[in-house]
């Protein structure tokens, strides 16, 4: 045979070969198409997924952080509240002070401080056996804040607002009188302000 019958012969045989193989690849190729579609939205699903984890997870770190600030902002309120509590506790077992206004504050008057009592309300007066009627308050520390422009003047105030004819005895403080002679006055844990015309 000559080489051209050989090479026809070849491909006769090629293309009888090849038939069934298209067949094949016929049936298959379809399943192997429709697998790779499948594939690719299975990985599509995932990536969806995957971006669905990342925002949640966003979402409780964001919550976490919440619940943390206010489990800090509730620590700090209650221990204010103890704190206030506390400063309750001890104005409640403090004594009151009462405080008398003697005259309008102004411009260009100075203050003075004076102690006032009522012998009647004293412990020696009761202890003497003097009954009388006598304002509660009495019994408690009071202070007189006179605004006058000088200390007689304010003594004056102070004689008319508390006659001495009524029991009542004052004694001015020690200290600057234009920072509100107050050397060496406590300060009062609980004040009842009330004009002194009021008072008695």
């Known amino acids: 045979m000559s080489n051209t019958t050989l090479f026809l012969i070849a491909i006769v045989?090629?293309?009888?070969?090849?038939?069934?193989?298209?067949?094949?690849?016929?049936?298959f190729l379809p399943n192997i198409m429709e697998k790779s579609s499948g594939l690719e939205q299975i990985e599509n699903r995932v990536y969806v997924l995957h971006?669905?984890?990342?925002?949640?997870?966003?979402?409780?770190?964001?919550?976490?952080?919440?619940?943390?600030?206010?489990?800090?902002?509730r620590s700090r309120l209650e221990s204010d509240i103890r704190k206030a509590e506390k400063q309750i506790?001890?104005?409640?077992?403090?004594p009151p002070m009462f405080v008398h206004e003697v005259g309008d504050p102004q411009a260009?008057?100075?203050?003075?401080?004076?102690?006032?009592?009522?012998?009647?309300?004293?412990?020696?007066?009761?202890?003497?056996?003097?009954?009388g009627p006598v304002n509660p308050i009495w019994r408690c520390a009071n202070v007189a804040e006179v605004w006058a422009s000088s200390f007689d003047e304010?003594?004056?105030m102070c004689d008319v607002a508390f006659p001495f004819k009524l029991g009542f005895q004052k004694t001015f403080m020690?200290?600057?009188?234009?920072?509100?002679?107050?050397g060496g006055?406590?300060?009062?844990?609980?004040?009842?302000?009330?004009?002194?015309?009021?008072?008695?």
């Open 13 to 27: 045989i090629i293309m009888l070969a090849a038939v069934p193989v298209a067949m094949m690849l016929k049936d």
């Open 154 to 156: 304010a003594k004056q």
């Open 89 to 94: 506790r001890d104005l409640a077992e403090q």
């Open 108 to 131: 260009g008057l100075m203050k003075f401080v004076a102690t006032v009592t009522q012998e009647k309300a004293s412990a020696a007066a009761r202890a003497a056996g003097d009954r």
């Open 51 to 73: 971006a669905e984890s990342q925002e949640l997870q966003n979402r409780v770190n964001q919550l976490v952080q919440r619940r943390n600030s206010q489990s800090s902002d």
């Open 174 to 182: 020690r200290g600057d009188a234009r920072t509100g002679g107050k």
């Open 185 to 200: 006055v406590p300060v009062p844990p609980a004040t009842a302000r009330a004009k002194a015309g009021a008072a008695t």
